[in-house]
């Protein structure tokens, strides 16, 4: 009796947590982002969590809100032009121990 009571207790906290992590899934996606109106994200998220409409419109808003700091373009990569070629001295005298 108390091995089901336990198991209960374990899936009930197992989906808790899963909906808690859903439920929270856009603010932290925001957050990482860097978006540039988290709170209303937040907002969003938090009243409108419930019902069925307002999690997936804080979602997108959490992708495709623009950041605050965009990320620069790339330049493609330049290559460096090699150095010229300089005649090294490839040839000295090799001395011994014993000179």
Sequence with gaps: ??????AG?????TILTVF????????VIAIIR??????????VNALC???VIGWPIAL???????RKHPRP???PHARRPS???????TRRAMRGPYG
Excluded: F
């Excluded at 207790?9 to 906290?13: E, K, M």
């Excluded at 808690?20 to 603010?27: Q, R, S």
């Excluded at 997108?60 to 623009?66: F, L, S, T, V, Y």
């Design 34 to 43: 860097g978006a540039d109106e988290i709170l209303l994200i937040m907002l």
């Design 20 to 27: 808690v992590v859903l439920a929270v899934l856009p603010t």
């Design 9 to 13: 207790w374990i899936w009930g906290l």
């Design 73 to 75: 373009n790339r330049a």
């Design 60 to 66: 997108i808003m959490a992708i495709k809100w623009p």
């Design 1 to 6: 009796m108390s091995d089901q009571i336990l």
């Design 83 to 89: 150095p010229p070629y300089e005649r090294h001295h």
């Design 49 to 51: 969590c419930a019902t």
